[in-house]
């Protein structure tokens, strides 16, 4: 069955990029219908797509983090990762990566278990 | 692009019926036929519960239900169970220039 699960530092100073990184296991990444994202989740708040690549390379952002975010993918390794800029501390959240089922339908599943990046100094 | 506005809290008793609403607007809800509904255990990643207004995705239990009208979708638990405590959160498609929302999310507490 698919799974997800993300990787990377814990730790981002302030001003610096945040980088992590989603390993695809249990199916391919390439080839098929779905987009791959990424969601976010500060803690005791709610949910926020971040944005989302399909195997092509194509990219969708959220129009309130498209200047800061950078989505990439490398399908030799069934891997896509996200790049978050000049972070601050509203950036501390919990991130998420899942499957994103688009082209006329719209629902993520199944998602990683996600990881704490904390924005400090 | 504002959050869908969810109540902050819904509470029912084990066997009881509860229906959490998910208020969105024109530009996404009332336009897309394209809501989904996520449970999130504490300390979990969520989990799809609902797709496209009312699909139930395998393995999911048939007591939650989904159902729109208008800007507004809603989800029913159905027989409330001890394990459904969790937070609920909708989603909604909004166009090619939002793309997504996601709404405020719901604490279910099963008394």
């Known amino acids: 069955q698919l799974q997800l699960q993300e990787s990377g530092p814990g730790l981002v100073k302030p001003s610096e990029t945040l980088s992590l990184t989603c390993t695809v296991s249990g199916g391919s990444i390439s080839g098929s219908s779905y987009y791959w994202g990424w969601i976010r989740q500060p803690p005791g708040k709610g949910l926020e797509w971040i944005g989302s690549i399909y195997y092509s390379g194509s990219t969708y952002y959220n129009p309130s983090l498209k200047s800061r975010v950078t989505i990439s993918v490398d399908t030799s390794k069934n891997q896509f990762s996200l790049k978050l800029s000049s972070v601050t501390a509203a950036d501390t959240a919990v991130y998420y990566c899942?499957?994103?089922?688009?082209?006329?339908?719209?629902?993520?599943?199944?998602w990683g278990r996600g990881t704490l990046v904390t924005v400090s100094s | 692009q504002s959050a869908l506005t969810q109540p902050a809290s819904v509470s029912g008793s084990p066997g009881q019926s509860i229906t959490i609403s998910c208020t969105g607007t024109?530009?996404?809800?009332?336009?897309?036929?394209?809501v989904s509904w996520y449970q999130q255990h504490p300390g979990k990643a969520p989990k799809l519960m609902i797709s496209?207004?009312?699909k139930r995705p395998s393995g999911v239990s048939n007591r939650f239900s989904g159902s729109k009208s208008g800007n507004t979708a809603s989800l029913t638990i159905s027989g409330l169970q001890a394990e459904d405590e969790a937070d609920y959160y909708c989603?909604?498609?909004?166009?090619?220039?939002?793309?997504?929302?996601f709404g405020t999310g719901t604490k279910v507490t099963v008394l």
């Open positions: 024109s530009s996404d809800v009332g336009s897309y036929n394209l």
């Open positions: 496209e207004v009312s």
């Open positions: 899942a499957r994103h089922v688009w082209y006329g339908l719209w629902y993520f599943d199944p």
């Open positions: 989603c909604s498609y909004a166009g090619s220039s939002t793309f997504g929302v």
